[in-house]
């Protein structure tokens, strides 16, 4: 079973990096999105003595788009609005 989820976990990892066009993957989200995240809180933010814009969505969103310059995909507006 082991061996099964290896070789699952590879094809896909190997679908994933092929289907990608840096520094976008297949569905339009920048490669490292999850590092992007805790990077722009941590790097930009915590060790400025911002701690409270991390949780501000309208700042960190900000940050984010200077830094990378992309918005975050339409889909997410209605979501972000909703919990945040």
């Known amino acids: ?3 099964i989820l290896a070789a699952l976990y590879g094809t896909l990892s190997l679908v ?3 289907t990608a ?3 976008f993957d ?3 989200n920048a490669i490292g999105r999850d590092f992007i995240n805790i990077w722009t809180a941590g790097r930009h ?3 400025a003595g911002h701690v409270a814009d991390i949780f501000d969505h309208t700042i960190y969103h900000s ?3 200077a830094l990378f310059g992309r918005e975050l995909p339409p889909i997410t507006g209605p ?5 945040c």
């Open 1 to 3: 079973m082991n061996i």
């Open 16 to 18: 994933y990096v092929y």
């Open 21 to 23: 066009q840096p520094p």
């Open 26 to 28: 297949a569905t339009g």
């Open 45 to 47: 933010l915590a060790t």
């Open 63 to 65: 940050l984010q788009e």
């Open 79 to 83: 979501i972000r609005r909703t919990f």
